[in-house]
């Protein structure tokens, strides 16, 4: 069989918690796993006779996305997760899917985001800023969606994004660590691809849940580091404290 010469992109699932996920999120989680690859496989999950589903009911014909009905048999919503989950696993195996996304501030799903990353998938979660850390920890990446949609309204409203998250204390502690591990030369720089590697490593923090679009950004606005662009355009970064 001839080959092509067409090199396909990879294959995103995005797997949505329509019960506890906010609809206005949905075109900033898409434009962020464009960066993952292709989402071809979008579904959502909820019991769609419900009115507060109202809002992603209308988006489904809109988005391409794929309503899955799960109805209420006892209280809580225990079937929802379990949906979502077998139809992880069934993906996983199937081995056609390059990357996950689940939208969903729920901590059940920290198992299937461990089980995900094990064959070495990238798993991104977007939930609110309450999500359990269990969960978030689980991801490769973990998104905050409020950040996301505030940060597309400061955009589309145009002008110059608002004012900036407050960086936390142990997300500079994290980039001081990286930057610590990280290979400097005779003047102490290391370069930001490598610092930002290793945090990415040790944890599923993302540059966007602060109101930043990219890691330099966030660091220039750290007193603790100075950044240097090198002729290559490479960015180079070293701590001062």
Not at 214 to 231: G, H, M, V, Y
Request: charged content about 30%.
């Amino acid at each position: 069989m001839a080959h092509s010469d067409h090199v396909q992109s990879p294959n995103i699932a995005l797997l949505i918690d329509a019960d506890n996920a906010s609809h206005a999120g949905l075109d900033p989680v898409l434009t962020v796993l464009a960066e993952l690859g292709t989402v071809n496989i979008r579904r959502a999950y909820g019991n769609w006779r419900k009115q507060s589903l109202k809002g992603w009911a209308d988006l489904v014909h809109k988005y391409g996305i794929e309503p899955q009905q799960q109805f209420d048999l006892t209280r809580g919503k225990n079937a929802t997760d379990m949906k979502i989950t077998i139809d992880a696993m069934d993906l996983l195996f199937s081995r056609r899917v390059d990357g996950f996304g689940i939208m969903s501030s729920d901590s059940d799903f920290m198992p299937v985001a461990m089980r995900i990353r094990q064959d070495g998938i990238p798993v991104y979660g977007f939930g609110a800023g309450k999500t359990p850390d269990g969960f978030k920890q689980a991801c490769t990446r973990f998104i905050d969606v409020d950040a996301l949609i505030r940060a597309e309204r400061q955009e589309n409203g145009g002008g110059k994004q608002g004012k900036k998250g407050e960086v936390e204390e142990d997300v500079v502690a994290l980039l001081i660590d990286a930057y610590d591990a990280a290979k400097r030369d005779e003047k102490g720089f290391a370069a930001l691809s490598a610092v930002g590697q290793r945090a990415g490593n040790r944890s599923s923090f993302d540059v966007r849940n602060y109101g930043y679009t990219r890691l330099r950004d966030l660091i220039e606005d750290i007193p603790n580091f100075q950044t240097e662009q090198r002729e290559n355009g490479q960015v180079w970064v070293k701590r001062l404290r």
